[in-house]
């Protein structure tokens, strides 16, 4: 049965950095392109970072340049590192597949608040 545990949120001030970790188990982790989501209050789930297998990296838009994905295929985890956090970045933050069927169940998510 598939697994996703994603860890690592917080309250951080602006402009500061936190970074996520997710663990996926039950799939051939390697083989597999993945992401980062995000869903604030309200809002419709959106990818922000997506990876993929062999490490070529997208970003949305909103978080280019301060994001950063990754991943280590022999340990299993995958990472976000976000700088420079701004309070519009506050949402739960999900991992799960890119480019394909979305894994399923969802994870809990890991909560990051971005407020002074």
């Known amino acids: 049965q598939v697994q996703l545990a994603e860890s690592g949120g917080g309250l951080v001030q602006p402009g500061g950095s936190l970074r996520l970790s997710c663990t996926v188990s039950?799939?051939?982790?390697?083989?597999?392109?993945m992401g980062w989501y995000r869903q604030a209050s309200g809002k419709q789930r959106e990818l922000v970072a997506g990876?993929?297998?062999?490490?070529?990296?997208n970003y949305a838009d909103s978080v280019k340049g301060r994001f950063t994905i990754s991943r280590d295929n022999a340990k299993n985890p995958l990472y976000l590192q976000m700088n420079s956090l701004q309070p519009e970045d506050t949402a739960i933050y999900y991992c799960?597949?890119?480019?394909?069927?979305?894994?399923?169940?969802w994870g809990n998510g890991t909560l990051v608040t971005v407020s002074s």
């Open positions: 039950g799939i051939i982790f390697r083989i597999y392109h």
């Open positions: 990876i993929t297998s062999d490490g070529t990296t």
């Open positions: 799960n597949r890119n480019g394909a069927a979305r894994l399923t169940p």
